[in-house]
């Protein structure tokens, strides 16, 4: 899917597709978050894991930045279907939340995770053009439910208080789709009691990916995981398709397919 601005959006497609994707997560989640642990290989400079497999990846290319495929990639995104799970074992979220009130829904879902864009890219033009091409997607597997994990960087709880205590408060997901943490990793979501949220600030220390879900109408699931190999606290997000946020579908549906 060619976009203005020498932007492209596509599936990747084969092995050195997947080694870009794998290469451009090393940089984002290694070199500038500082993440480690098994997924991560230094001497390939990759960043992979099994789920990787069982899993499609979505690819934003700058056709601006030159003929070298790694350069030119800028943002990614990683889908796994429930069939994929089947394969893989699980979905990846299962293990720092309980997904029961999910997969009790009986409904269709999808899991997005392993999301990321250069630090130029983010916020703009290419995270657009990323989620259209995910909504396209996302129509054309029937899913009706989007879940995964989202990430702050850093693992300081006291320096998120007031961005996942804001979450907490004001975008918990209803009960019947409400994962929990899980495991030694999990933390209440935010702080407990009641104190004033300054949520200008609040907004401004969270990532984009999470801003984006939240306008979808997306909320979080109960509690969060303090993954400290990755370097992040993560959040559970979920995304009911069919109640989307009528008008932000319709930015992101516009000219899709």
């Given at each position: 899917m060619l976009m203005p601005s020498e932007f492209e959006v596509r599936l990747a497609k084969g092995a050195e597709d997947l080694w870009a994707v794998q290469r451009?997560?090393?940089?984002?989640?290694?070199?500038?978050?500082?993440?480690?642990g098994p997924a991560v290989n230094h001497d390939l400079e990759i960043e992979a894991d099994a789920f990787d497999?069982?899993?499609e990846h979505l690819m934003v290319l700058d056709r601006a930045r030159g003929a070298d495929l790694a350069e030119q990639l800028v943002g990614v995104y990683r889908m796994m279907t429930q069939a994929g799970?089947?394969?893989a074992g699980g979905f990846y979220t299962a293990?720092?939340?309980d997904l029961a009130p999910l997969m009790q829904t009986g409904r269709p879902m999808m899991e997005?995770?392993?999301?990321?864009?250069?630090?130029?890219y983010r916020g703009g033009a290419a995270m657009f053009y990323l989620w259209q091409a995910l909504a396209q997607h996302v129509t054309d597997q029937g899913a009706e439910i989007l879940f995964g994990t989202a990430s702050f960087a850093g693992t300081d709880l006291c320096a998120l208080t007031a961005p996942l205590s804001l979450l907490g408060r004001e975008h918990l997901a209803q009960a019947a789709l409400r994962p929990k943490a899980?495991?030694?990793g999990a933390v209440p979501l935010g702080a407990s009691g009641d104190f004033e949220i300054d949520r200008l600030a609040a907004l401004r220390a969270m990532p984009a990916l999470?801003?984006?879900y939240l306008r979808l109408g997306g909320c979080v699931g109960e509690?969060?995981?303090?993954?400290?190999a990755f370097n992040t606290v993560d959040v559970c997000m979920v995304l009911d398709v069919p109640a989307m946020n009528p008008r932000q579908k319709t930015i992101y549906l516009k000219g899709s397919g």
């Open positions: 451009l997560r090393y940089d984002v989640f290694v070199r500038e978050l500082g993440a480690s497999a069982h899993s799970a089947g394969a293990s720092e939340f997005l995770g392993r999301s990321c864009l250069r630090q130029p899980i495991g030694a999470i801003k984006a509690g969060a995981y303090v993954d400290a």
